[in-house]
Structures are given as C-alpha cells and as structure tokens.
C-alpha cells in the first residue's frame, strides 16, 4: 500500500466495501446506539476495547468501538492533510482534497444545517 | 436553533445561562475560573467531562443565596457546583449521554450507521485523489521535504490499518492499536 498506487487503491476499495457490508448490517435502534456484525460477533457501538498505543510507550487504554471509529475517521483528515502537503510538492494543479467531515457531509449528503 | 443568553449580575459573581428563554444553569463566576485553574493541571480526558457536566448540568433556577464565605473559598472541592461533577462520561452509555443533554438537539439522531457512512466517505476522497491526480508509483515514496520522514504512501498506510484493525476484530480479543509506525504522529 505503501509503494503501489494499484496496491493503495485496491487496500482503500476493500475498506470501503467492509464499510459497505458493516452497514449492511448495522442496526440502529435509537439515536446515539447501534450495533454490527463483525467476524459473527455483535458489536456495539459502545462496546469495551483495548486501545493498544505506541506513541512511542506502550500504553494501553480501555475505549470503546464507536470511539475508536470516530477518532479513525478524524485521523484520517489528519493524514490526508499530511498528504496534500507532501502531493503540493510533486503535483502543481491539487483537486479539493483533505476536507472535514463536517464538510464532507454537508457536499455529499446535501444537508442543509 | 438553541438561543443563548448569559446575563450578569451581583458583581459578575452570577452567572446565568439561559437556552430557550428557560434557565437550566446557575453557578458561581469565582467558581468557573477556579475550574479553569484546575483544569490546567488535569487529563485532558478529565478535562472534557468536567466541562461537559458543568455545561449540561441542569439545576432550577433558584433566588441567589450566595454568602460571601463560600464565596471566598478556595478549594474547588468544597464549591457547590464543581463538587456535585458526576463521574467520568465514558461509564455511561452514549445513548443516555444524548438523551439526557439538553445541547444535543434530539431532531438530529446520530446512530452508529452514521459513524459508518463518514468513515467511508473520508476514504472515498483519499481514493478519488489516487485515481485522478497520481500517475507513478515512485509518487507514493517521495519523501516530503516540508515534513522529513512523510511519504504519500506512508499516509495512506497509516489510516488503512488504523480502520481495519478497527474493523477487522479477531475472536475473544477487541483492541484497537495506533502509532505502530513512526510516521504515524
């Protein structure tokens, strides 16, 4: 993934598509709540984690699935921003790229508040 | 739309704060700049809930009986509203966090489907970029000189096992891992 535009683009599709069959099964009851499938195992969004971090001590966390979800998909702004930076070196002309969520959602989804 | 109003009085040692035209807050303005000192020295964990509970901590509006011993108390633990802070949020499960927080409009029902939906349309966009904006493999590894060490490809590692450790639970063991790799920061 690391040296493979292919390898990255086809690492990204299958994450993309484990979203896809996770929220094939999710189920939300009610706000705030939720639950998926995972392995045959039912997670909830509040389930119990172990967050195992190296940053650069070995810590070790109790968190929860929904949290862990979150922080990956804010990570990632964080890393895609990191990317436009290094891309802003080799590529002159960057399409829109590294947007929040918040933004994302509000281009995407269409709404409105 | 939540309006908020926050009026002084009594020497600003008052504090009200008012969210459509009804007061669910009163405290004592010494107080939260007492909780700000404190909060310097806290988790930042800590810090979150703290704040969280003072903001969304819902008591009637009563006359001020305020006397100026309490008012001249210097231990944050012995103030009424900062030693009444339940404990941490993460012991209470986010659906009854949601239900019971008067700041969350409950016209606006986040469901772990959500949670979902973001993350893969953050991935989305770094796969879009790949598909229309890079054309060589050597793109990936080029070491950046505003940030030595960072590579495109390093990136894009890092946030793809990042999700799928995430996602991909092996049997009897949940656990998440971050910063396995250095550029992972």
Redesign the interface.
């Not at chain 1, 997670?43 to 968190?63: C, G, K, S, Y």
């Not at chain 1, 930076?85 to 969520?101: H, I, T, Y």
């Not at chain 2, 509006?61 to 404990?87: E, G, N, Q």
């Not at chain 2, 409009?105 to 986040?110: K, L, R, Y």
């Given at each position: 993934?690391?040296?493979?535009?292919q390898g990255?683009?086809d690492?990204?599709?299958d994450?993309?598509k484990?979203?896809?069959q996770?929220?094939a099964t999710?189920s939300?009851r009610?706000?705030?709540?939720?639950?998926?499938t995972?392995?045959g195992?039912t997670?909830n969004?509040?389930?119990?984690?172990?967050?195992?971090?190296?940053?650069?001590h070995m810590q070790a966390l109790?968190?929860?699935?929904?949290r862990?979800?979150?922080f990956?998909?804010l990570?990632?702004?964080h890393?895609?921003s990191?990317?436009r930076?290094?891309?802003g070196?080799?590529?002159s002309d960057?399409?829109r790229?590294?947007?929040c969520?918040a933004f994302?959602?509000h281009s995407?989804l269409g709404y409105s508040n | 739309m939540l309006k908020f109003t926050v009026k002084f009085a009594h020497q600003r040692l008052i504090t009200r704060l008012v969210i459509n035209n009804s007061p669910i807050f009163l405290c004592i303005y010494r107080e939260i700049t007492a909780y700000q000192k404190l909060a310097a020295h806290r988790s930042s964990s800590q810090l979150i809930a703290a704040r969280h509970c003072v903001t969304v901590t819902s008591r009637p509006l009563a006359p001020p009986r305020v006397s100026r011993v309490s008012l001249t108390r210097k231990t944050l633990t012995t103030t009424s509203a900062l030693a009444k802070i339940p404990p941490l949020m993460s012991v209470i499960p986010s659906e009854e966090i949601s239900m019971t927080n008067p700041l969350l409009p409950a016209s606006q029902p986040t469901g772990l489907s959500d949670l979902l939906h973001v993350s893969q349309i953050v991935l989305l966009q770094a796969r879009d970029l790949l598909f229309t904006s890079f054309v060589a493999d050597e793109q990936l590894t080029y070491k950046s000189k505003l940030m030595p060490g960072s590579t495109i490809g390093t990136s894009l590692s890092s946030i793809g096992s990042c999700l799928v450790v995430t996602l991909r639970q092996p049997q009897g063991n949940i656990y998440a891992m971050r910063g396995t790799t250095s550029s992972c920061c």
């Amino acid at each position: 993934m690391e040296s493979s535009l292919q390898g990255a683009y086809d690492a990204l599709t299958d994450t993309v598509k484990r979203l896809d069959q996770l929220l094939a099964t999710c189920s939300d009851r009610e706000h705030a709540s939720g639950s998926v499938t995972v392995d045959g195992r039912t997670l909830n969004i509040d389930e119990t984690m172990t967050l195992n971090a190296v940053t650069p001590h070995m810590q070790a966390l109790q968190t929860s699935f929904g949290r862990e979800l979150w922080f990956s998909a804010l990570h990632a702004i964080h890393h895609w921003s990191m990317v436009r930076v290094v891309a802003g070196e080799l590529v002159s002309d960057m399409p829109r790229f590294a947007s929040c969520q918040a933004f994302l959602i509000h281009s995407f989804l269409g709404y409105s508040n | 739309m939540l309006k908020f109003t926050v009026k002084f009085a009594h020497q600003r040692l008052i504090t009200r704060l008012v969210i459509n035209n009804s007061p669910i807050f009163l405290c004592i303005y010494r107080e939260i700049t007492a909780y700000q000192k404190l909060a310097a020295h806290r988790s930042s964990s800590q810090l979150i809930a703290a704040r969280h509970c003072v903001t969304v901590t819902s008591r009637p509006l009563a006359p001020p009986r305020v006397s100026r011993v309490s008012l001249t108390r210097k231990t944050l633990t012995t103030t009424s509203a900062l030693a009444k802070i339940p404990p941490l949020m993460s012991v209470i499960p986010s659906e009854e966090i949601s239900m019971t927080n008067p700041l969350l409009p409950a016209s606006q029902p986040t469901g772990l489907s959500d949670l979902l939906h973001v993350s893969q349309i953050v991935l989305l966009q770094a796969r879009d970029l790949l598909f229309t904006s890079f054309v060589a493999d050597e793109q990936l590894t080029y070491k950046s000189k505003l940030m030595p060490g960072s590579t495109i490809g390093t990136s894009l590692s890092s946030i793809g096992s990042c999700l799928v450790v995430t996602l991909r639970q092996p049997q009897g063991n949940i656990y998440a891992m971050r910063g396995t790799t250095s550029s992972c920061c």
